[in-house]
């Protein structure tokens, strides 16, 4: 049966981190997590979603977090549209199916033409959002104008441009990712203390020229400390 949330408990004794979109960059993510946070196993690691799509090694990110959770590391990944559409492509015609794990270098992910089953009871059992604290986890936002927001898992995967109301939310922060953000705003808006925070840098943006996106200051996967409010910026080394 799928979680669509969970209430997560400060730990007594260790430190808490957010990972923004990491889009199959498995190197980045080993350095930011080991060369850069050095994760124990007294501390908390959230992933905000969107494992897979784009880089080079989705299958690499999601070994991780299968091997994280296997050596008992304390971690919460979160479920982002990017893993959605990789549920929604392997209930495709085959031919489908290969051309977006082509598009999107994921052979690695098929077996028998179909998502490998570990691949696919990991991506079902990932949650839409968390609520620590001072502070809600979620891949895209909330959308403050349905009138039930946090029935809204298509807005928490899809959304972009969310809008904030302290009441609803009870003046905890938002975390999410979604939107590759230049780096100087992620910075700007954890100093400024806004009460919404995106960690999505876009990290698979390294060396790429968008049309419609200004990659000047992307390229980074970003790790968020929440209780020093500190950012850690691991430049992507997988392109």
Same mark, same amino acid.
């Given at each position: 049966?799928e979680? !669509?949330?969970?209430?997560?408990?400060?730990?007594?004794?260790?430190?808490?981190f957010?990972?923004?979109?990491?889009?199959?960059?498995?190197?980045?993510?080993?350095?930011?997590?080991?060369?850069?946070?050095?994760?124990?196993?007294?501390?908390?690691l959230?992933?905000?979603?969107?494992?897979?799509?784009?880089?080079?090694?989705?299958?690499?990110?999601l070994?991780?977090?299968?091997?994280?959770?296997?050596?008992?590391?304390?971690?919460?990944?979160?479920?982002?549209?990017?893993?959605?559409?990789?549920?929604?492509?392997?209930?495709?015609?085959?031919?489908?199916?290969?051309?977006?794990?082509?598009?999107?270098?994921?052979?690695?992910?098929?077996?028998?033409?179909?998502?490998?089953?570990?691949?696919?009871?990991?991506?079902?059992?990932?949650?839409?959002?968390?609520?620590?604290?001072?502070?809600?986890?979620?891949?895209?936002?909330?959308?403050?104008?349905?009138?039930?927001?946090?029935?809204?898992?298509?807005?928490?995967?899809?959304?972009?441009?969310?809008?904030?109301?302290?009441?609803?939310?009870e003046?905890?922060?938002?975390?999410?990712?979604h939107?590759?953000?230049?780096?100087?705003?992620?910075?700007?808006?954890?100093?400024? !203390?806004?009460?919404?925070?995106?960690?999505? !840098?876009?990290?698979?943006?390294?060396n790429?020229?968008?049309?419609?996106?200004?990659?000047?200051?992307?390229?980074?996967?970003?790790?968020?400390?929440?209780?020093?409010?500190?950012?850690?910026?691991?430049?992507?080394?997988?392109?």
């Open positions: 049966m979680r !669509n949330f969970a209430y997560i408990i400060k730990p007594n004794d260790g430190r808490r957010v990972i923004g979109d990491i889009h199959g960059c498995n190197q980045t993510l080993q350095e930011l997590i080991w060369d850069k946070i050095k994760l124990t196993h007294k501390d908390q959230f992933f905000l979603g969107d494992f897979v799509d784009r880089g080079p090694d989705s299958k690499g990110v070994d991780t977090i299968r091997q994280l959770k296997k050596q008992e590391y304390i971690i919460f990944p979160l479920r982002g549209n990017h893993e959605n559409t990789l549920l929604e492509y392997n209930r495709e015609e085959l031919r489908f199916f290969e051309w977006y794990l082509k598009k999107n270098n994921q052979m690695d992910l098929m077996k028998n033409g179909k998502l490998k089953n570990k691949y696919k009871k990991l991506i079902k059992k990932l949650p839409y959002y968390y609520i620590l604290d001072h502070f809600y986890l979620v891949h895209a936002g909330f959308d403050i104008q349905n009138p039930k927001p946090f029935e809204n898992y298509t807005a928490m995967t899809e959304l972009r441009n969310m809008k904030y109301d302290e009441k609803l939310f003046g905890k922060k938002i975390i999410f990712g939107q590759p953000t230049p780096l100087t705003k992620i910075q700007q808006s954890i100093i400024q !203390n806004w009460p919404l925070i995106c960690l999505d !840098n876009g990290a698979v943006y390294k790429k020229n968008k049309r419609f996106i200004d990659t000047s200051e992307l390229g980074n996967l970003v790790a968020l400390n929440l209780d020093q409010m500190q950012l850690m910026v691991q430049p992507n080394i997988d392109l």
